[in-house]
């Protein structure tokens, strides 16, 4: 197939130096800046990150420390600000520590389930036809269990421990993304400037690459982002059963899990791994709202 | 309407004010039709929804005088308001999937505005909606009013809006651009409709449209906007057959039969409509006219009397008449 | 302009085309028994009888010859929008072929893709036609380096034409979709479609959404770009004033069906279809003193899942007789270059005609009379030429 376009009727001079409007990406972003409550969240987000990313350099004691003669001492104690667990474990220590598995644990699995369902999606929003309904069908097949017991059927059947629980909460995470991406997809590619872009006789692949993924990956994004509570949600579920992070290691799930028996006694430091637990989520879905809104005007 | 200026404050936009409306004056007698003809981002549906007052309260500040039947709209209350539309004042849209409850049959529609402003039975608004069914010449009346309004094709839909606003009797009649989604033959069965219910029950309507033909078939007079100003207005005779304001020649000019001839090129003024945020002193057309001299940049230009009820708004009207302009100092954007 | 009006205006440009293969009297591309039926679901659980379809193009074949203009004109239902997919292979025909200066489309001699390069399609809504996420100089430049033009030049290319259309590249070219006017945008869309030197532009109601002074701008323009690169154009649109402006040649089509073809001035001041002489009653008269009284049709455009039998326009048509629901009416041509499909002029067909038949038909052009005699000759040229429309 030549190459060469036959010559135009005049020759063709360089390009012009073009004064370039500011992207939509830039734009998002600067909408996001002004918005306080996503500022805020993002802000806390950070910090509850770095924390969690510095703990072993910045924490006050060995989270590791067990003390018969400490257990359970209240919030404000001289040496242990947020008092101890039923170990006689610093609380403010194995919480920072704690981040880490718990950080990781929720934004892991959606990361990964973001790169599989939304190539999942793509192809069968694109494709259309045949390999869409097998591909959805699948893909509804495990949508159809509730997500809370299909982390614990995985988990149960893989076994405890890290790596299994990532990878149940990847298979839960993927389907739902997989949907949204097909449907984003499928609307994408009804609209006119695709259909002038196959018009042109551009293969499948650039035209997915060049005018699809642009379009979708906003949203698709934007919805994995609210699920990242979710996933956290969901892991500590699953280290509150036993399923996930094995003790000692801190994750907060599984404080909230072994600090069940302090509840009577010592109520606060029972709740406080709860409390960042919520005040994560909180926040991760106030971030994906207002990225949601940022994206959503058009001028 | 007196002096009507519609102002909307967009949030957001750094206190910029787009100022929709800049001072229109307009008077529909009982049984009159009035079109209101102009391009887009005239102000022309602007104005028509501030008659009944239809703007988001929050972004929107009109100021002037503006009485319906004899009550100052401006001044009512919400209440009173909502007892004004559909009853006084009842309005039709362009595109009638829009303007119907999608989730509601038509006829339930109808029968839920007749009771919300009369004192009638069920049995009696199903009635009096059957009645208006066969008035608009739906076929089929008893079936359709249990139709869904997608269920309907194009035609009938604007056929079941307007019976919708006629069912309480109103006596001024709005519409917005309510052929334009429409096929050409379907198009001239609607226009003839209005005409018909218009001479039959003596409504006033006020008919918005860029389309000089659609109008030229209902109107009794015609009112040309540009940039939210009325630039010219009379009687639809007048206006079609000796129109005097630059924009309203341009705009028959591209209709007429010279205008459209083979091979020649087609007559076009350059520029486009100005920023409604950012309007200039003077008179708005006058960046692109071919007649403008430095005094209308920095004047509105006042109302001019050219005969019985025919106005304009310019003040080389002596000099437009077909004599040739200068060419020169045009040099506007392409739209 | 040629006084003789069957024979289209054929510009020297499209005769000195180097790709041209066929020779001037080749048509440009001829449709040959288009076919293309929408499937429906069956209402309820009723199994009889065939599957439901929806008959958007039931049979349409017609020349587009070069270098000319070919309006199509018809209402909503009718198939247009449709049969310009098909044209563009956008969609693929059920039945039928196309045949573009000569080669079969998708034959080995004439690949797809090949094809794709010289017909190039402007849509009728602007803003989505383009990428939101794209600049309008990539949007422009994206077909050239789909063939394997360099980015560098496919840019250069995209500026140029971006030039040509009336829009300073160095002001636009970096611009969004929704940083433009719809005027603009239509602009930016002509120029994308010109980006790979195509030979035939389809136009599906590319003017239709625009105001009047700018639609008038952009028809300027298109007839320029048609004259500089000797382009053949299918026009398709409602509005018939435009269309017998642009146009050489008219197409009208009715229910999936063509139902008249001929020279542009013929068929908008003779019509012979009953359908056609309807749609040009139906425009609204533009003088106030002499209003339409009776609609010329009553009644919806039908639903082109299950058409009339015979011919499909008899249930409306103030002409019909029984057989016109009996028989379906084959093309014929009463004068030369001018087909219509009409029992009335199908001789032997069992019509019997009124006894004042053959005849020019009745009056229909009401419409396209003078707004203002008076007023036109005195307004010969009152504005000034735009710069490049």
Sequence with gaps: MSAVLPPSAMPTPAPVAVVRSRSHGANVMRRLLRNPIAMTAAAVILLLVLVAIFAPWIMPADPFATSMFKRLKPIGTPGFPLGTDELGRDMLSRLMLGGRLSLFMGIAPVLMAFVIGSGIGILAGYAGGGINTVLMRCVDVLYAFPSVLLAIALSGALGAGITNALVSLTVVFVPQIARIAESVTTQVRRSDYVDAARASGASAFTIVHRHVLGNVIGPIFVYATSLISVSMILASGLSFLGLGVKPPQPEWGLMLNTLRTAIYSQPWIAALPGVLIFVTSVSFNMLADGLRTAMEVKQ | ?335 | MSTAKHIPNITPAAMADPRDVGGPRQPLLRAQNLLKHFPLKRKGLDFRGPKPVVRAVDGVSFDIKKGETLGVVGESGCGKSTTARLLMQLTLQDKGELIFDGQTVGSSSLPLREFRRQTQMVFQDSYSSLNPRMTIEDSVAFGPTVHGVTQRAALARAHDLLARVGLDPARFAGRYPHELSGGQRQRVNIARALALEPRLVILDEAVSALDKSVEAQVLNLLEDLKRDFGLTYLFISHDLHVVRYVSDRVLVMYLGQVVEVGPADQVFDAPRHPYTRALLQSMPSTDPLQRTTEAPLSGDPPNPIDPPPGCRFHTRCAFAQPVCGQQVPQFVEPAPGHGVACLRWQPESGYEPMPDFPRPSPAPAKSLMPLNAAVASEMPDIFPEARRG
């Design chain 2, 1 to 335: 309407m007196r002096d009507l200026r519609v102002e909307f404050h967009a949030p957001g936009k750094r206190g910029a004010v787009i100022q929709a409306v800049n001072g229109v004056d307009l008077e529909l007698r009982q049984g009159e039709v009035v079109a209101l003809i102009g391009e887009s981002g005239s102000g022309k549906s602007v104005t028509l929804r501030a008659i009944m007052r239809l703007h988001a309260e929050r972004n929107t500040r009109i100021t002037g005088r503006l009485e319906v039947a004899g009550q100052d709209v401006l001044a009512m209350s919400q209440r009173q308001l909502a007892a004004l539309r559909g009853k006084t004042v009842a309005m039709i849209f362009q595109e009638p999937l829009l303007a119907l409850d999608p989730v509601y049959p038509v006829g339930a529609q109808i029968v839920e505005v007749i009771r919300r402003h009369e004192n009638l039975s069920q049995a009696e608004a199903h009635a009096r909606a059957l009645a208006l069914f066969e008035r608009v010449r739906i076929p089929s009346p008893e079936r359709r009013l249990a139709a869904y309004a997608h269920e309907m094709s194009g035609g009938m839909r604007q056929r079941a809006m307007i019976a919708l606003a006629l069912a309480c009797k109103p006596q001024v009649l709005l519409a917005d651009e309510p052929t334009t989604a429409l096929d050409a033959t379907v198009q001239i069965q609607i226009l003839l409709l209005l005409r018909e219910l218009q001479q039959e029950m003596g409504l006033a309507i006020v008919f918005v449209t860029h389309d000089i033909g659609a109008a030229a078939e209902v109107a009794d007079r015609m009112a040309v906007m540009y940039a939210g100003r009325i630039v010219e207005q009379g009687p639809a005779a007048t206006l079609l057959t000796q129109p005097r304001h630059p924009y309203t020649l341009s705009l028959l000019q591209s209709r007429s039969h010279g205008a459209m001839q083979k091979g020649k090129r087609l007559q076009t003024i350059a520029g486009s409509p100005p920023d409604l945020a950012r309007l200039p002193p003077g008179c708005a057309f006058a960046e692109r006219c071919a007649w403008a001299i430095d005094a209308c940049h920095t004047a509105q230009p006042p109302e001019t009397t050219l005969g019985t009820g025919h106005t304009a708004r310019c003040i080389r009207l002596e000099s437009v008449d077909g004599v040739r302009p200068r060419v020169e100092n045009l040099t506007p954007a392409l739209p």
